[in-house]
């Protein structure tokens, strides 16, 4: 019971005393996954409860917008970088093997909560284009086999 309630704190001060001010519904998403790392749906639905606006409602924004995100993140987050520099240099199959490597497709995660997969603007490294970020860390260089091999590397160490 009182973990059910420690889960939900952070919701008393994101809708304080918001009762169905649509207006707030934006600001009020983003500060939800700032603390939960995604909208999780039972949060949604105590946020409806609290404002009184509709869980309809709440997830047509929540899926409207891209930077909402509905599921949680993968253990690991592998960014590919979609810049200029990585784009001339092949960034598109690098997509392409990742994706076929882990089975899922791009802004996903895998079915095993592994992996999630996501493109991003310049990562800030273009001499090493193209890139990819593995939680933090980079790769450079990289052809189809060397990131197929990074990736069963982490595969390998969670025994996947
Ligand atoms: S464009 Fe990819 S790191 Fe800059």
Redesign the pocket.
Known sequence: MSKQIDYFKPLDEIIGDNKGDASQLIPMLQKIQESYGYLPMDVIVEMSERTGIKVTDIMGVASFYAGFRLTPLGKYVVKI?A????HVNGAETIAETICEELNVNLDETTEDGLFTVETVA?????SL?P?MMINGEVYGRLTRDKTKKILREYKELEGA
């Open positions: 970088c810049g200029t520099a990585c310049c990562l800030g490294c273009c284009a890139v």
